[in-house]
């Protein structure tokens, strides 16, 4: 199974201990990774993609483009990265006139966009590539009596007709994805809330931390033991902008939280240590010592 | 002044010739203010954790009945999750409004701050995140690559192409 690795720009240069585990992770799954040259941001969907679209759909279509040349899919690890590439892979798939304007505009950088390959964020290559009946027999230390809360995030699920991944308003994917490690899916409330990183980073921060707190005081109202993302910037709100949170919003307690591969990895035998999260802010004991009774 | 604002509906924006292209579509005209956007409990808005929404005056209604959407800081809040436009029982696609707002006043020179940078970025050097010692110390603690500049120059000539690099020289000219 061989994908070509589309790191993105947040993760290697902001969590590289999510990048260096992940590969290790899907590597021992059997999930080959090819790093490709020339790479640039997916561009970002929010901001870049946003304000403007052709510029955006060029440069998106130029990393497609590079991939195109290895004869392989693509392989992501960001919800972001995922919605700019699949949006934009669908819409020149679809619209004859729009790729052959954005082919004029890659011209001059010796690539084109032929629409040969599919994009896949990695949530996918497991669930549906690889199976979760192969991920579980990876499974070697179950985190049993863990209870995780799962963030699937909004750029993954919509729009649901592109992204294809699962229920906009009722994900239960990335609970399954828990569930072959071990651990039980906390039901919690404001589940498809989105992290609050827009609103956090180009609006009202104290409206982020709002947001944030109802989010988190209903995951640990569910007597989650910790949070599971499958998207870097997810993470990082959870992880550096909880810290911010617990601050403000005199929270009195923490949430620790994981990428998905992270706790995948914890549950095929790597310690704490080695999935990099003395690098995280939100650490918590408690629940270190839970997660270690579980391994134990 | 608008039409619509004189029936009373929320979208209060002047139609331009070149709205078609901006995907301003009649059923943006037709938003009832049912609120299911924004204030199903599970369903709605994250923004609408601003203070400056409520029941009555909710972030789409803000976004959709501006005099000037594309002046309005409060777009870029949106996150383009499109629970908005699932939601919707009359098919309006706010996120798209939006998204053609956030294009509008990008052009105009209005982008939030953040998002100029994170573009003047992208457009400079490929990445929207600037690669620091930090980044580069711990990339090579955990034995992987260092990140390289291998896109700079197809992304600079895309953006020469598309007219962005001679928007953000604009953008900066006119600051100085």
């Not at chain 1, 946003?50 to 990393?63: E, Q």
């Not at chain 1, 011209?107 to 990695?122: C, L, N, S, V």
């Not at chain 1, 992880?239 to 617990?246: N, Y």
């Not at chain 2, 002044?1 to 301003?24: C, N, T």
């Amino acid at each position: 199974m061989r994908y070509a690795f589309f790191k993105g720009c947040f993760l290697p240069v902001r969590l590289p201990h999510i990048e260096k585990i992940s590969r290790n992770v899907l590597e021992e799954l059997g999930v080959r990774l090819y790093d490709v040259e020339g790479f640039s941001c997916c561009p970002e969907p929010v901001g870049f993609y946003s304000s403007d679209k052709l510029t955006g759909t060029a440069i998106a279509a130029r990393n497609i483009s590079l991939v195109e040349d290895e004869g392989i899919d693509l392989l992501t690890l960001c919800n972001g990265c995922t919605y700019t590439l699949k949006q934009v892979n669908s819409a020149l798939k679809e619209n004859d006139e729009l790729k052959t304007r954005v082919n004029e505009i890659l011209a001059d950088t010796d690539h084109q966009f032929k629409g040969t390959i599919k994009i896949k964020h990695f949530a996918t290559v497991l669930v549906e590539d690889l199976g979760l009946e192969r991920v579980a027999k990876k499974v070697v230390n179950p985190i049993e009596g863990l209870k995780v809360a799962g963030h699937t995030g909004c750029h993954i699920v919509s729009p649901p007709e592109i992204m294809r991944f699962d229920d906009p308003f009722d994900p239960v994917v990335l609970d399954r994805m828990v569930e072959v490690l071990g651990a039980e899916p906390a039901d919690y409330e404001f589940k498809t809330l989105c992290c609050g990183w827009t609103l956090s980073n180009y609006g009202d921060r104290e409206a982020g931390y709002k947001l944030l707190g109802a989010k988190l005081g209903a995951m640990r109202d569910a007597g989650s033991d910790c949070i599971a993302t499958i998207c870097p910037q997810c993470f990082y709100q959870f992880d550096t902008g909880q810290a911010l949170a617990v601050r403000k919003l005199n929270l009195g307690f923490k949430l620790p939280v994981l990428f998905y591969l992270q706790l995948l990895a914890l549950s095929m035998g790597y310690s704490l240590e080695d999935i990099g999260y003395r690098r995280h802010r939100m650490r918590d004991p408690v629940f270190e010592l839970k997660l270690n009774e579980a391994l134990a | 002044m608008a039409f619509s604002s004189v029936i009373g509906l929320v979208i209060r924006v002047e139609y331009l010739s070149e709205d078609e292209s901006l995907s301003l579509k009649e059923a943006s005209e037709i938003c009832l203010k049912c609120a299911v956007c924004c204030v199903v409990k599970n369903h709605f808005c994250h923004v609408q954790f601003d203070g400056q929404f409520d029941a009555k005056n909710t972030y789409v209604y803000e976004c959709l009945g501006a005099e000037d959407p594309s002046k309005n800081p409060n777009i870029w809040m949106c996150v383009s999750c499109h629970k908005c436009e699932e939601v919707c029982p009359y098919e309006v696609s706010p996120v798209e409004f939006i998204e053609s707002m956030k294009a509008r006043a990008f052009e105009m020179g209005h982008a939030h701050p953040m998002i100029l940078g994170e573009v003047e970025n992208i457009a400079s050097s490929g990445y929207a995140f600037p690669l620091t010692a930090s980044s580069r110390r711990q990339r090579e603690q955990l034995g992987l690559e260092p990140l390289g500049y291998g896109a700079t120059e197809d992304v600079r000539t895309i953006s020469e192409k598309t007219g962005l690099a001679q928007r953000l020289l604009r953008y900066k000219e006119a600051k100085v």
